[in-house]
């Protein structure tokens, strides 16, 4: 198994551009989650999706920043306009739901995103 | 949502036993402990899950008492590829197993 993918793995981009970062989750992994990660904040939850819904998003920070999940095999955070501070790495991570066991979370290896 | 507290960072030489506790005084009933590593410009990477008493697998043992307000995270004989940072959180069954990270403990393992 792949693992879960993400794209880019860096980003530059400068204020004001619109940015989208991808993640492929593990084929047959249900629940689908985004985090970013500061030294100032640590990792925060932004939004998770389970079977393709969006069930949580009270982590996105504000209006410019979107989750979509068209299909069980890709995910899309987007940032319009994109900010200085939005400069974070972000995690996505899938997770299958067993029923009556609690399986764990596999992190992709991040996007590193610098907003000049 | 339970809040962990645990030690910001610790110091360890290789071969030794440690031992990283963490506080979650209002985890709630269907709350599981759940830890996880972090690598430099790397995604956390599950440890260890438990509910009560002791879990054990062929990385660590984590040790609940009774009352689960704290929670015992046991590295046996550390090595310099231990160093990292370990984060304790409770993962919440009924909301999809969301996860709820706290600052973590940096571990730093000597030679």
């Known amino acids: 198994d792949a693992g879960v993918i993400q794209s880019p793995r860096h980003e530059v981009t400068e204020m004001g551009q619109e940015v989208t970062l991808r993640c492929k989750p593990i084929?047959?992994?249900?629940?689908l989650f985004w985090y970013r990660q500061t030294m100032m904040r640590g990792l925060e939850l932004l939004i998770y999706?389970?079977?393709?819904?969006?069930?949580?998003d009270s982590g996105m920070p504000e209006d410019r920043f979107s989750a979509k999940m068209p299909n069980a095999s890709f995910s899309t955070l987007k940032i319009q306009p994109s900010e200085p501070r939005d400069s974070a790495v972000y995690f996505c991570a899938s997770r299958a739901q067993r029923a009556g066991f609690m399986d764990t979370q596999y992190f992709g290896p991040g996007t590193r995103l610098t907003v000049l | 949502l339970a809040k962990t507290t645990q030690p910001i960072s610790m110091d360890s030489y290789e071969g030794q036993e440690v031992n990283i506790t963490c506080s979650h005084n209002n985890i709630a009933t269907n709350d599981y402990i759940t830890w996880y590593q972090q690598f430099p410009s790397q995604g956390p990477r599950f440890i260890i899950q438990g509910y009560k008493t002791k879990v054990t697998n062929e990385v660590a043992s984590l040790f609940i008492p009774a009352d689960r307000k704290s929670s015992t995270l046991s590295l046996p004989r550390v090595s310099l590829s231990d160093t990292a940072v370990y984060y304790c959180?409770?993962?919440?069954?009924?909301?999809?197993?969301?996860?709820?990270f706290g600052q973590g403990t940096e571990l730093s393992v000597k030679p």
């Open positions: 084929s047959g992994h249900d629940y």
């Open positions: 999706f389970n079977n393709n819904v969006p069930i949580d």
């Open positions: 959180l409770a993962i919440i069954y009924n909301q999809g197993g969301k996860l709820i």
